[in-house]
């Protein structure tokens, strides 16, 4: 009832954002950009989320998890500046992509337009309800959000803030928040065919399977990344160092960060104990100086933790990588013209590199501006989602009296 | 079982045939598209045929649906044909979209790759088993055919034609066909996340809403075509009876035919007494010469009726489709420049005429060659889908040992 409820506000919401300008989409992201600056708001969001913060506490959640769900004045202006960036983005509604005229006169032209209603389920960041929401604003999409319910009073004061901020720039219900956390309404969200044309889970691997299993609406996956790294026979093992150790530790929780070591056999006597050395501790090395199991290449860590295959050649690691890689990003360290071709060639996944670390893989390092999220399916969208990638296309035909 | 062995196979082919070349892919279209000229080829396909008509027959089944389900030697040899086309088109898989140099140096070029493994569940017509399995390996993809029971003969004689004629060129597990029909395989076929990276429904509105209710795996729907023209009050209305013909009569079994009429109230006692003069009871014009109900505005006749409502004005005939159409295709016939740019800019379907016939949506009209189908959702692809439509996308980025 609910997700009724929220679906048809949506669809009157959207057959408005769709025709917006980018004036008028960009007036309503001000609004929302300088109400972030407002003190009383600041204070509403940070009250709000100090009740999470002790709800988070009594249950006992980690001091990790505690972290990502905390806001702080600095946090919420860092989340302002953020939409200030999302605003200096280019409007991708109303590209032409593409047009020709037929021969029989008929002129076609394939536009840019955005997708409708997209709906959004995401954990514990509340800084992922602003983001999230600019983000289909500024592409003319209106969105239903569904944060986790350990960040349920944040995200219910963020979204407030941002519908009375734009209220006056467009209808308001152009950003929604299911208040209700609870499985029945998010299984729900899911089913609503009639209202969502979009679903993108941003969370971890368990979100995204239960989503994937259970959604009937067109969904996205994004963020499931067990991602390789490969030191050829050929490599320059400095240069390996260096890559293998920011692809790990630099961030070792987000999804382009590496899972898998594979080490071809002549260099693996040199380059393994280097790397233990160079770690020195700080890094689990399974199979190397900690247990593997056949479980382990399959698993993506998000943490301190690498497992090592020492291969016979290339195939093998471009054969394992086809075997456990959720085909989000992997690496070849070689100084080899062929190794670097092959590897490239026949590697599936959505960035495959040569000589550079894995944390690349995303909308800001990939020149996009701002990400959605990182899409590891094949459809729509693969790699960084960018404005572009939350648009569709429509086709409009021009003629004089035309018929077939 | 059978999904899961067939899966394994066409995983396997999929490997081989993603990094194919242009060369090797045209080879096996050209093996093919002999073997469908080959005398004893031919005889196989139409005794396998005569089976399926035979059955269909003594099932009772309509002389319309027999007819789509029978094979004549013109027929194959048109199929030959159409395979002749899409050897002629340009290989989508290679493509550089978009590319450039990081301000670190990092070289980003974002290219054109197969998708992977397609399934395609279709119904009774046996020429999509050539269609459709040829556009996939054009495009590097492999495919696994799901076909109507009533055309399983029929369907396994040209598999076997076709695989026997790419053994030579490719591993023929690139095409494979499911040849158990029933329930339980075909929804299988629907789940096997493992295996299939799209699935595409090719039918009626049955069959498109069983996939999308029970498909685990990404589906894109296709061909559900609930299409409107509008008879403007600025209508020039000789050429509003044409178009309204063409898009209602040329051929009413298609999507991109018209199931409903909206005219302006101004033009209603003029047009509508001319076109069912013009139809000559040809058409039943439900709402002027027959009783309408409500469910007539949501229904997809595929047939020679058509639902009349007469309008108030462009905002009600906009409103009208936002709320029955599939997306699909909506045209308006109207002398003025206002009320047309209003009508392209509103309307949200896949292809928005002015003054021109619905019935050009569609591959070949548009330029894109071949078609798979007709995608009536918003992601990945939206109206004619050609061989780019078949395609997703791989970053691949280069680097001399860069790191965040």
């Known amino acids: 009832m609910l997700i009724t409820e929220l679906g048809k506000k949506a669809k009157i919401a959207e057959r408005e954002i769709r025709i917006a300008t980018s004036i008028q989409k960009n007036s309503a992201l001000e609004a929302i950009k300088y109400a972030l600056l407002d003190s009383k708001n600041i204070e509403q969001i940070l009250t709000a989320n100090k009740l999470d913060l002790d709800n988070a506490e009594q249950n006992g959640i980690s001091e990790v998890m ?107 219900d152009v950003i929604q928040l299911v208040t209700d956390t609870s499985r029945e309404v998010s299984r729900e969200l899911m089913q609503a065919r009639e209202y969502l044309d979009l679903l993108i889970p941003r969370g971890g691997a368990g979100l995204i399977k239960t989503v994937c299993e259970n959604a009937k609406v067109p969904v996205i ?44 056999k002549t260099v693996a006597d040199e380059f393994l104990p280097k790397l233990a050395e160079f770690w020195n501790g700080k890094v689990q090395l399974r199979g190397y100086n900690a247990p593997v199991s056949e479980e382990d290449f399959y698993t993506e860590y998000n943490d301190l933790i690498i497992t090592i295959k020492i291969v016979e050649n290339i195939d093998e690691a471009i054969a394992h990588i086809e075997k456990y890689s959720t085909k989000h990003s992997e690496t070849i360290i070689t100084k080899d013209y062929k190794n670097a071709e092959k590897f490239q060639k026949q ?56 018929v077939r």
Do not use: W
């Open 221 to 264: 996956e994004t963020g499931s990344g067990n991602c390789h790294a490969y030191v050829d026979e050929f490599a320059d093992l400095n240069i390996a160092l260096n890559i293998v150790d920011n692809a790990k530790t630099q961030r070792p929780s987000v999804c382009n960060s590496i899972e898998t070591l594979l080490v071809h």
């Open 66 to 172: 505690q972290d990502r769900l905390r806001l702080t004045e600095d946090r919420i202006k860092n989340i302002s500046k953020a939409v200030e960036e999302v605003i200096a983005l280019p409007d991708p509604i109303g590209e032409i992509i593409d047009g020709n005229v037929r021969p029989n006169g008929l002129r076609i032209t394939k536009t840019r337009v955005p997708i409708g209603v997209i709906g959004i389920i995401f954990e514990s960041r509340p800084n992922v309800t602003v983001d999230a929401a600019v983000l289909c604003l500024k592409s003319g999409n209106a969105v239903i959000l569904r944060g986790g319910k350990e960040a349920i009073n944040s995200n219910i004061a963020l979204a407030e803030v941002m519908r009375n901020a734009i209220a006056e720039h467009i209808n308001q």
């Open 347 to 402: 590697i599936d996944s959505s960035a495959v590199y040569v000589n550079a670390s894995t944390r690349f893989t995303d909308g800001g390092e990939f020149g996009l501006g701002a990400e959605i999220g990182i899409s590891t399916q094949k459809l729509h969208a693969r790699g960084p989602m960018g404005l572009r990638e939350l648009t569709t296309i429509k086709y409009l035909i021009n003629g004089d009296g035309q």
